[in-house]
């Protein structure tokens, strides 16, 4: 839920960015609405000069000002401009003009021609104002409704192609389905589109199928909407793109974590039947030599070192302290089992006992030291577990059996994957004539 309304701010962001890209072409408006409209025939505005004079009315509704100068130039209005500027006979205006242009008229044709008012400044001595002659919203009711209604219909399309099915996956051909929606709607949006426009002789807000032909302003609000089409898109397909990146790397991780927690389960599942195995035929010994005292403590140790199992088997990291515990009762038992001929020796710093490790780590190596080495009264077992600069190490003596049991390395390999699986480090192994060295690197508790 919090990912997706992050996402739906994200494609509102999006999509008021992507209004105010869009109505940069909103600048231009001014000049089609007034300037370039009042330029029938596609005349195109220059700045003319600055001249002043009085407005003349002809029967055909068309005028000319006649400028105040020493040649009395005449000026041309055209019957448009008459009636949009609402202009009277006999108004002094202050204006400015400009030749006529065309590339089907020669350059002495055009200037001998008259020229043709180009913008009023005053008329009968006041300021003019085009705004005030019509209802007029202001710029920012303008700008404020072109912003709103692009941003909107952006934030429409992006939603389309972006929101994700209910299988989790944008296929090509769901992709393409959206694209003709999106179309379908940029088509509907481009209908209703707000532009401006002359109607009734105002100047006002109204839709895109209301506006005059003749008004550039269409041609504006279709490349807007083309323009957001586009870019909505080409960033819906960039979105689908990292969107598949991210699934790949989310599945690939998925992937890898299921890896490795079966990885874990089997091995501590490797774990349990042979520790299992070797504590009955322990006890059955005791039971033989009917030895209750000895039975009943084997039992009590024996119960929580299952105990500790069942508990820690499926968890990854346990204290030094819980782990040594468990280590003093699993010794025991081997003790009760070798009688005077196997020790271990215990020498652990008291600020290490919160540091942790993976769980059972100490159980395969008190296992291997005593499978692989002879323990008999000449040649008693020493196992020596100790800290050393934030290292467990566990060591013995080799005294190799007369009858080599074989070995797979299954114990060893399965403590080093358990280790790769769940700290990321590796253990180190030191096996050398005389001893065999296991240390493994404990971690500090997190703060």
């Not at 109505?23 to 700045?47: A, C, K, V």
């Not at 005449?74 to 108004?91: A, C, F, H, K, M």
């Not at 003093?328 to 215990?346: G, N, P, T, W």
């Not at 114990?411 to 280790?419: A, F, M, Q, T």
């Amino acid at each position: 839920m919090k990912m997706q309304k992050r996402h739906i701010a994200l494609l509102m962001l999006i999509a008021f960015a992507l209004s105010l890209v869009i109505n940069f072409s909103y600048l231009l408006l001014p000049i089609i609405t007034e300037r370039g409209m009042s330029q029938r025939g596609g005349d195109y505005h220059q700045q003319g000069e600055h001249s002043s004079g009085v407005l003349h009315i002809t029967d055909d509704l068309y005028g000319y000002i006649v400028c105040d100068c020493e040649k009395r130039d005449s000026v041309y209005v055209s019957s448009w401009q008459i009636n949009t500027y609402q202009l009277q006979e006999g108004d002094r205006l202050q204006f400015r003009s400009h030749h006529p242009r065309s590339d089907h008229y020669s350059k002495q044709m055009i200037e001998k021609a008259h020229k043709r008012l180009d913008e009023i400044v005053m008329r009968n001595g006041e300021k003019f104002d085009f705004d005030a002659l019509y209802d007029r919203p202001s710029r920012t009711v303008e700008f404020v409704w072109q912003i709103a209604y692009y941003a909107i219909i952006s934030f429409i399309l992006l939603l389309i192609l972006t929101l994700q099915p209910r299988s989790g996956r944008i296929t090509g051909w769901i992709f393409f389905r959206r694209i003709l929606l999106v179309i379908v709607v940029s088509a509907i949006a481009l209908y209703f589109a707000p532009v401006m426009s002359f109607k009734d002789g105002a100047m006002r807000i109204v839709f895109f199928f209301q506006s005059e032909s003749r008004n550039n302003a269409n041609l504006v609000v279709l490349t807007k909407c083309l323009f957001m089409l586009v870019v909505t898109v080409l960033y819906a397909y960039t979105y689908r793109l990292m969107r598949q990146r991210q699934d790949i790397v989310v599945e690939n991780e998925r992937l890898k974590t299921e890896n490795l927690a079966t990885r874990y389960n089997m091995l501590v599942g490797q774990i349990n039947p042979h520790f299992f195995f070797n504590s009955l035929n322990s006890l059955a010994m005791l039971v033989r030599e009917r030895d209750d005292e000895r039975a009943l403590e084997y039992i009590d140790q024996l119960s929580y070192t299952f105990r500790y199992i069942i508990q820690n088997g499926q968890s990854e990291r346990t204290t030094l302290k819980d782990e040594m515990a468990f280590a003093e009762a699993y010794a025991y038992l081997f003790k009760i089992r070798y009688a005077d001929k196997l020790f271990f020796d215990f020498d652990i710093d008291s600020s290490y006992k919160e540091w942790t490790l993976p769980a059972l780590s100490l159980q395969p190596l008190i296992g291997n030291a005593v499978k692989h080495n002879s323990i008999t009264t000449k040649t008693p077992l020493h196992v020596t577990i100790r800290t050393v600069d934030g290292v467990l190490e566990i060591a013995n003596p080799k005294h190799p059996k007369l009858d080599v049991e074989p070995s797979t390395g299954i114990g060893l390999e399965n403590l080093r994957s358990r280790w790769n699986i769940i700290t990321g480090h590796d253990i180190e192994i030191i096996d050398t004539a005389e001893r065999f060295v296991v240390r493994l690197p404990l971690e500090p508790p997190k703060k």
